[in-house]
């Protein structure tokens, strides 16, 4: 299927690995010109370098910087001669127990998982809106949908954008003018954060690597952990001129773990 969004612009956030990178190649491969940001400059060239050799027709620009900070989100705006596309990604603030956060803690989550992609928003929507196409994906968690009790800062960070983006989306004069906004929300899916996570409850608990990664299987009914290809695939697909009637909405990919109805 082509797609329809060959030659566009994506602005693709924390797009050096894991699930950031799996949209930018994905988009990438749809001839879509890229924009990618991550902190870590070694890796986001890295990834650049492979994009731009496995699809030489698609311009790819670097720009190493914290999109949580006014002066990353400048930069990496600055670097994209329009911004079509926007995927929203940033690491998830760390686990713990409520009781041991302050109020620092819950700013920096807030900046990072809610305020980020609401100014990054703010500086593109409308003028997407003016050329009669733009597509917004924000990477957001599927303790959305099932909080998880460790991971309260990003349990309430991403909520909030959550139910930010539902009213926002339905503005007429953004779905109206072809500009679709929503939410992917990824389940256990194998990148470096997972894998941190898990030796970090291993560690914690006492049980292998191998024995804690089984028990998370075990509550997934696909019994795997989900790729950065086929998410960004799915990301891409949100992209396309096909999905234009897709908005505000907040799309689980988690192997089918999440055990409701709704």
Partial sequence: MDLGIAGRWALVCAASKGLGKG?????AGEGVNLVITARGAEALEAT?????????????????????TPEGRSAALAACPQVDILVNNAGGPPPGDFRD?????????????????????????????????GRVVNITSGAVKA??????????????????????????????ANVTINNLLPGWFDTDRVKATTQATAAKTGQSIEAVLEKRLAGIPAHRLGTPAEFGAFCAFLCSAHASYLTGQNILLDGGGYPGTF
């Fill in 23 to 27: 949209c930018a190649v994905a988009l």
């Fill in 48 to 68: 650049a370098a492979q994009i731009r050799a496995a699809h030489p027709g698609v311009e790819v620009r670097a720009v190493a910087g914290d999109i949580t």
């Fill in 101 to 133: 956060w302050g109020r620092d803690e819950w700013l920096k989550a807030v900046e990072a998982n809610m305020l980020t992609p609401i100014e990054l928003m703010k500086a593109t929507v409308d003028a997407m809106a003016g050329r009669g196409f």
């Fill in 147 to 176: 909080p998880i009790d460790t991971l309260g800062l990003s349990n309430g960070a991403r909520s909030g954008l959550t139910g930010f983006v539902a009213g926002l989306a339905r503005q007429r004069r953004l779905a109206g």
